[in-house]
């Protein structure tokens, strides 16, 4: 009897626990669902019939400096169509032909992509205007609604495509300016919060809540489209004409900074982009900021200004050119192999010569040297404000002292060994133009909003050389064009300065690419008081290479057609008839 | 012999009950009932009426307000520079200048902003001087 009463006992102690512990287990996961994962839980319950529609403001419109829209938002609309509404094969079938005839689209592919869909709802169409959405509307198809969305519309085609960049198809900016300046274009997202019932439909009664969104602000750039026109016709043509692979045009206001035009070439369709295509990739950078090249001879205006602002020579400072330059144990010899005899330093920048700039670099001394070459705003960014901007590549005896050479210094004194960005060369130019003092260039003018509207305001920098150096240089440059063929150059009204440029192309592994070369012009005008400092480089032109031949005119074309249209006064009084 | 005779509510119920206006009764209060549960009823129904008005509205204003955005944009097509060459060279015949003349002006250059007025904040009014009460008063005095 005792026996059998302990057995009892321990099976039913047994039972107990079991039971115990299975309560346990079921209240510690009731514990779980209603109180530990209380809020996912009740999210998951609240999304099976509310629904949270993010809403998009609508993105800020980029405008010329004189308001003309460069970049705007459309709001367009989408075709969402909900699965359950389309299950009837022939209704889906009349419903899914009557929204092709207004958007577009094969009916049997719309059928078939509803049919196939394991999610609640799929978008059939996309980018409608407004009438083709109110002709949607009208039809009143069944598991039918519009969802506004927005896309990008570029009302002067692709100018400065590069340069604007593009929006991805969530309205966010991918390249260009439209990333860049994405904090102020985009605005603040809102939200959309809504009961709907079993077909998706938003009930009229229910609850709704709305976080509205805050639309972007528009940006005014310093581009002018008439300008910018320009100057992408002249590198289009300059292009075309050399049979070259690509180049830049950068157009600078010296006094404020004001970037007026900014071009490169090849250059991308901005209306027709293929994202999945990376071949064209490389199409969508900047290159004006990104890719950097070897000046050549324009470089050796940073060596004139130098040795003039020193007071070591003047303009008609003599020296005599043998032909050969010979600097730790290397020859340097002019881009003809002349030997000129007696030269002014005039001379050095209207002949080009190679000897004379390294003589005058010499003159200066390599910690001098440099010091103007960092001055200018070689070796760093700009900062302009655009991204991936190169900073340039200066090598000195400080930043590379077991690889710098003298050498180095004398063929940097004639834009050789060492690299600079398009953006670098035309701000270090419109510092000459400038009086001497540099100055940031800058894209954004103004930023306006529907509250308010913030102008930029000029940046000046230090002064790089004095202003009588500054004007000095500029009226040698003055006497480099007038020594320029007047089928190159020969800009009407106006008397311009500037310096041409024929440099070879550096390879990644050292030494320079064979029969390849860069022209480039980099030019002022008008000498009196400076308004435009104009840069034109072109890569790899077939044939002639020489800047003077390749790149001058263009300068010559965009210098006489901008000038009046900035209302300039011209110089020349022989050709203005007083109007009475 | 004087009865007292005490008083029985209980047939005052009855008499109630018996009464032949009761049905009359019944029934207004019925019909009151019913109107009472009918008023929250038609206000919920005005209710969910005036918010699908209101969502309608708004829609509308948002389709107007796309339907504007749309225009401006038609307006910046129709004045892009490429456009305008084109109409100018192909349906004027216009050509462009071989040369240049300058005129001489004394008029200042355009300086007023030519952006659309979209753009622009809202004009603030200055007030006019010598306009207000106090302007008013103190000009009878004369003050150096």
Known sequence: MAKRRRGTTWRLWAVVTVIGLSGLVIAGRLTQLQIVDHDEYARQARLTHVTEEPVTGRRGAILDRNGYPLAASADSYDVLVERRAWKDGAKAAEAAQAISAVAGGDPQAMVQLVAETDVFEVTLARGLDYDQATEVRRLKARGVRLVRSSHRVYPEGNLAAQLLGFVGRDNSGLTGLEADLEAILGGRKGTVTFERDGMGNQLAFGDRKEVAPEPGSDVVLTIDRYIQRLAEKELDDAVKKHKAKGGTIIVIQPKTGEILAMASRPTFDLTKLDLSDDSKLALYRNRSVTDQYEPGSVFKLITASAALDLGLVSPDTWWYDSGVVHSGGWSIYNWDFSANGSQTVTQILSKSLNTGAAWLAEQVGPERFYEYVYRYGFGKPTGSGLSGEAPGRVRTPDNDPENWRPVDMATNSFGQGISVTPLQMATALAAIANDGRAIKPRLVREIVSARSRQATETEPGEQVISADAARTLRQMMGVVVDGIPKTYLDVQGYRVGGKTGTANIATDGGGYKPNAYIASFTGIAPLSDPALAVLVKIDEPTGVPWGTVVAAPAFDRIVEAVLPYLNVAPDQPAIVSDLQ | ?144
């Not at chain 2, 749309?70 to 910046?76: I, Q, T």
């Not at chain 2, 456009?83 to 250059?109: C, F, N, Q, W």
């Not at chain 2, 753009?119 to 008013?136: N, Q």
């Open chain 2, 1 to 144: 012999m004087a009865t007292v005779r005490k008083s029985q509510p209980a047939s005052a119920a009855l008499d109630l009950l018996r009464s032949p206006s009761l049905p009359v009764l019944l029934i207004l209060c019925a019909v009151a009932i019913g109107v009472a549960a009918l008023l929250p009823l038609v206000q919920s129904s005005d209710l969910t009426a005036t918010n699908g008005n209101i969502q309608r509205l708004e829609r509308d204003s948002a389709d107007w307000r796309a339907r504007l955005h749309e225009m401006e944009l038609d307006v910046a097509r129709m004045s892009s520079l490429e456009r305008v060459e084109k109409e100018a060279r192909e349906r004027l015949s216009m050509a462009p200048p071989t040369e240049t003349h300058y005129i001489s002006v004394d008029e200042p250059p355009q300086q007023e902003s030519r952006l659309p007025s979209r753009y622009l904040p809202p004009p603030v009014e200055e007030p006019r001087a010598g306009s207000s009460l106090w302007d008013k008063l103190f000009g009878w005095i004369p003050l150096p």
